[in-house]
Each structure stands twice: as structure tokens, then as C-alpha cells.
């Protein structure tokens, strides 16, 4: 029977009624019945709470970033922030103190780390294959993070996202168009305050 551990691969053979589980450190127990150990596999995985990181730092020691929030962190590729966001750019291109610590501190900006993780999928490389689109729950937290670091492309796909959501009423739309200067939306508002 499994232990409590993290597993990386669940087989279930339904032919032979068996279930062969692989743990992260490579050892494989098998089960007669596949059913009833199925059901505390499931159990135990949702017990797990561990937010995968979507960008993380490559093999060179100088692509770490570590960003803070709160009293929790996360540590994510420097490059590929760098590549996707001009202000990180500029901040580990120069002799600023994020630079020389290797730090990033986003506590003022009124966001938590799980909308932070969703601002990186949206950015990672998986992210750009198979596009992440911003929803109801979580389109003002892109929108915030995506002005804040620049990153345009994101901020458009959050503007397209706002003209048809009805979860927001359009009053509260309509402020957003001026501090993220968020010219779809604003054609929108225009016309629906101009009948």
C-alpha cells in the first residue's frame, strides 16, 4: 500500500485488476485490486497542496529570481522574465539592488502568490504555445501584473477579455480604462454610455 509520499506515475492495468504506482524517489509497489487503492491515491494527491512553479530558474547559477510576496516566496527564471517583461529587464540589466540580490519584492502591489503563479503560466513558455486566457477570477489580478511589469501582449488579451464580461458589471470596467489605458474597452464604454 503507498505511503504519503508524492507520486509521479499512477498505471492501472484493468485486464489484470492490478495498480502499479512510482514515487518520486523511483520505487514501484503493484496492487491486486485496483480499485480500492485508486481511491486513496486520489485522496492522498488532493491533500498535497504544492503550487508547481511554471518558470522555473535554468541550470546556470545566475538565472535565479527570488520574488516575495507576503511571507511566502517563489524562485523563477531571471531570463525568462527578463525576455517577457521590460521592467525586469531594466532592473537586473542595471545596477539596482534586485540585481545584486537576486530579490524581488512585489508586497505593495495588493496580489497574492497564487494570482502570481497564474500571471506566470499565463507568460511561460507553455503558456505561449497553448495560450492561458484570462477569466472572470482572474482577470484583474493579469491585468495588474501585466501592467505592472509591461507586458503588453498580456494586457490585450485582458482588454479583449473585459468587453464581454458580465461578471464585472460595466460601471466597474468602465474605471479601469484609464489607469491601464485599456482602449477596446473604452470603445465599448463610449458607446454603451453614449445611448
Not at 63 to 78: C, G, N
Not at 137 to 144: E, M, P
Not at 154 to 171: A, G, W
Request: proline share 7%.
Amino acid at each position: 500500500m503507498p505511503g504519503p509520499g508524492v507520486f509521479k506515475t499512477v498505471r492501472c492495468d484493468y485486464s489484470r485488476n492490478k495498480l502499479q504506482i512510482k514515487d518520486i524517489g523511483g520505487s514501484v509497489s503493484e496492487s491486486k485490486n485496483a480499485q480500492q487503492p485508486l481511491a486513496q491515491i486520489i485522496r492522498i494527491l488532493k491533500k498535497r497542496e504544492n503550487i508547481e512553479n511554471p518558470c522555473p530558474p535554468l541550470s546556470s547559477p545566475d538565472d535565479d529570481l527570488t520574488v516575495h510576496i507576503d511571507d511566502r516566496q517563489v524562485t523563477v527564471s531571471a531570463h525568462w522574465l527578463m525576455a517577457v517583461s521590460p521592467v525586469i529587464h531594466r532592473m537586473l540589466s542595471v545596477e539596482m539592488k534586485e540585481k545584486q540580490q537576486r530579490t524581488l519584492k512585489l508586497d505593495g502591489l495588493g496580489i497574492n502568490m497564487e494570482q502570481f503563479i497564474g500571471f506566470l503560466e499565463a507568460i511561460s513558455i507553455k503558456g505561449l504555445h497553448t495560450p492561458i486566457l484570462p477569466n472572470p477570477q482572474n482577470v484583474l489580478a493579469l491585468l495588474k501584473l501585466a501592467d505592472y511589469f509591461q507586458v503588453d501582449w498580456l494586457k490585450e488579451r485582458c482588454d479583449t477579455h473585459l468587453i464581454n464580461c458580465l461578471e464585472i458589471p460595466l460601471i466597474d470596467r468602465f474605471f479601469l480604462v484609464e489607469p491601464y489605458q485599456l482602449t477596446k474597452l473604452k470603445v465599448l464604454c463610449e458607446a454603451e454610455f453614449a445611448t
